[in-house]
């Protein structure tokens, strides 16, 4: 259901911070681990660090993930007592400012470990971190030899090393032979590392057994994303996206629509035009191939996708829901992130990440 009020330019997301916080106990259970995370970096997936991180609080997650050092503070102001994690280590130089906060950095190469132990033997307190085992994503972390080999060193308990962890390269694709061997080459690691915590499981990685540890972290998952693509999804939708209706107007076959003309009319046509586009994070590459739903009807884009209005076909939409300020549903009413990533040429993730800063949000539960 549309919220009862007129949409405003840029249209409305609205937030189910319920669903967030059932996604999230789901997660759990499926997880079977001694504890369960929250990955809200990219603003909580674009749904806001402010509110989402508060409400899964609420719910009982005390561990939290971001990128960077920005997100980590707002998740700080917004979480004063959580265990919050930077993804992406820290820069040479700004340990002092993740120890203000009490930012706990993934320490991703001997480099950054050293800088850590010594910010710590500075201070005379030694602030937790995690390290980051490479096994298979060749990005950031160390390597598995290069975990092996630091094992060992004195330097592992001046870094304050609570948490052991690696990221899977595609736990999403059943029976795959590289998440096997990541369990494997982790659990390995793991041996190496007697009484430090471990972290494997995403969202898609807490449905899979080998992939089970001390802390799981799932993101996408936990604002209505699929985790097991091909199969039901099992997460409840946490995002929808409205935008109104401007203006309503036929066309004869053969007039075309939006920059360069690359839609034609076949026939009589009538179209309707949004308040919205990749100006507010909905890609161009959804011209041709992204829906909307008018009156409970899909409704094809027609035209190039420009920066603040998409064009749709609504010829077979109910004519009581083609009105100036209707709504038609972008995200939601069977849209789901997955199939408007699809429709986009990307992926969900890509979607929930780039929505805009010019819509109305409304938070709910």
């Known amino acids: ?34 504890e369960t995370a929250a990955v809200i970096k990219a603003d909580a997936y674009g749904c806001g660090i402010a509110r989402a991180a508060p409400a899964l609080w609420a719910e009982g997650c005390r561990t939290f993930f971001v990128a960077h050092l920005s997100e980590a503070l707002i998740a700080r102001a917004a979480v004063p007592e959580a265990a919050i994690y930077v993804l992406n280590g820290f820069p040479p130089g700004n340990a002092p400012a993740y120890r203000e906060a009490g930012l706990r950095p993934v320490l991703g190469s001997r480099e950054e470990v050293a800088e850590w132990a010594a910010a710590n033997r500075r201070e005379g307190v030694t602030r937790p971190a995690a390290l980051h085992v490479d096994t298979g994503m060749n990005r950031l972390g160390l390597s598995v030899p290069e975990g092996l080999a630091l094992a060992g060193d004195p330097v592992v308990a001046e870094a304050g090393i609570d948490l052991l962890m690696s990221h899977l390269v595609s736990a999403e694709v059943e029976h795959d032979l590289l998440t096997d061997h990541q369990a494997a080459e982790f659990a390995r690691v793991r041996e190496a590392y007697p009484g430090i915590r471990a972290s494997l499981a995403n969202s898609s990685g807490d449905f899979l057994p080998s992939c089970r540890a001390d802390l799981a972290r799932p993101g996408y998952a936990l604002y209505g994303g699929n985790p097991r693509p091909g199969r039901d999804n099992p997460m409840r939708p946490v995002v929808r996206l409205e935008a109104g209706i401007l203006q309503v107007r036929a066309v004869d076959a053969g ?35 992204g829906e909307a739903v008018v009156g409970g009807v899909r409704c094809p884009f027609v035209g190039n996708v420009s920066m603040d209005l998409i064009i749709l076909d609504v010829t077979e939409a109910p004519p009581e829901a083609l009105v100036r300020g209707a709504p038609a549903t972008l995200i939601g009413d069977g849209l789901d992130l997955d199939t408007v990533g699809r429709n986009a040429g990307t992926i969900g993730y890509e979607i929930l990440t780039g929505l805009g800063r010019r819509y109305e949000r409304v938070y709910r539960g």
């Open 255 to 289: 007039e075309t629509a939006g920059y360069n003309a690359r839609w034609t009319a076949s026939g009589p046509r009538r179209l309707a035009t949004l308040s919205l586009g990749y100006a507010d994070g909905f890609p161009r590459a959804s011209t041709g191939r």
């Open 1 to 34: 259901m549309s919220d009862s009020c007129p949409i405003g330019h840029g249209g409305r997301l609205t937030i189910d911070l319920s669903a967030l916080r059932a996604n999230w106990r789901r997660l759990a259970q499926e997880a079977r681990c001694p």
